[in-house]
């Protein structure tokens, strides 16, 4: 997994949230998966975000765009 582009194991993910968001009114998560990830991984990180503080987890679907004719 990554946050802000560097890689972060889970056991060290709470610390890094923590650290990145400590300075900042907005404790807003933006998650981004791939598709093949499980929901138990995604369930663990959330997790992990509202053990560092953070209030709001957003998690936008990307749909595929629809062929035109």
């Given at each position: 997994?990554?946050?802000?582009?560097?890689?972060?194991?889970?056991?060290?993910?709470?610390?890094?949230?923590?650290?990145?968001?400590?300075?900042?009114?907005?404790?807003?998560?933006?998650?981004?998966?791939?598709?093949?990830?499980?929901?138990?991984?995604?369930?663990?990180?959330?997790?992990?975000?509202?053990?560092?503080?953070?209030?709001?987890?957003?998690?936008?679907?990307?749909?595929?765009?629809?062929k035109s004719m």
């Amino acid at each position: 997994m990554f946050f802000e582009n560097k890689p972060v194991e889970m056991k060290n993910l709470v610390s890094v949230l923590k650290n990145a968001f400590s300075k900042q009114d907005d404790k807003t998560l933006t998650m981004r998966a791939d598709k093949h990830i499980s929901n138990g991984l995604i369930v663990e990180v959330m997790d992990a975000a509202k053990g560092a503080g953070l209030k709001k987890i957003i998690a936008p679907t990307i749909s595929t765009p629809e062929k035109s004719m």
